[in-house]
C-alpha cells in the first residue's frame, strides 16, 4: 500500500475536562477526520498526547484507546468480566507516574491500523477510560502556573489513508 492522503489535528491549546469513573470519554482536541478514496483502504491512526490527571490514586490505572465515531477500534475484546480495555497506558514524564500531579506532565503515544471500509467522512477521537473519576489536563500541566517548572506541551491525532 502507499499513503493517499494526511490529516492531523495539532492541539496546542491548554484543556481541563472532568471525567467519570470507569466511563471511556473523548479526549478534548483530539479528534480528526479523513473521507477515505476506496473502501479498501485502510487508515493508519496515530496519537500523542501530553498532560495530567488530578487521580494519583488510579494514575496507573488509565487506560488510552481510539473511536471510530461512536465505535471502540483496536482494544481487547471484552472478556465480560470486571477488566477494562485499552490500547495503551501512561508512560511517563520526569518523575514516578503520578507523583506530581500538579506540575510534571505525562505523555502517551499509541497507534492502530483500522480498516473502515467506507468512503464517506470518518471522524476519530482519542479516548481515556480512568479507573476513578479525575480532573484531566491536556497540553499543561494540572497547576498551570507561571513559573519556570511548569510546562505546556501540544498534542496531536494524525490519521494517514493507506491504499490497497
Known amino acids: 500500500g502507499k499513503v493517499l492522503q494526511v490529516v492531523q489535528t495539532h492541539d496546542t491549546t491548554g484543556r481541563s475536562q472532568s471525567l467519570s469513573a470507569t466511563t471511556v470519554t ?9 473521507t477515505p478514496s476506496a473502501t479498501s483502504s485502510k487508515v493508519f ?13 488510579d494514575y496507573w490505572d488509565q487506560l488510552f484507546g481510539i473511536k471510530r465515531g461512536t465505535t471502540e477500534v483496536g482494544s481487547s475484546p471484552s472478556t465480560g468480566d470486571s477488566r477494562r480495555a485499552g490500547l495503551s497506558i501512561i508512560s511517563g514524564g520526569g518523575y514516578v507516574v503520578g507523583a506530581n500531579e500538579t506540575s510534571t506532565p505525562d505523555m502517551v503515544n499509541y497507534e492502530y491500523l483500522d480498516s473502515p471500509s467506507t468512503t464517506s467522512a470518518t471522524t476519530y477521537y482519542a479516548t481515556v477510560l480512568p479507573n ?3 480532573t484531566f489536563v491536556t497540553n499543561r500541566c494540572g497547576t ?9 506541551m501540544t498534542s496531536t491525532i494524525t490519521l494517514w489513508e493507506i491504499g490497497a
Do not use: F, K
Open 132 to 134: 476513578g473519576a479525575c
Open 144 to 152: 498551570d502556573n507561571n513559573n519556570n517548572y511548569v510546562e505546556r
Open 45 to 57: 491512526i496515530q496519537i500523542r498526547w501530553n498532560g495530567e490527571s488530578s487521580n494519583t490514586a
Open 26 to 34: 473523548n479526549i478534548s482536541g483530539l479528534s480528526a477526520t479523513i
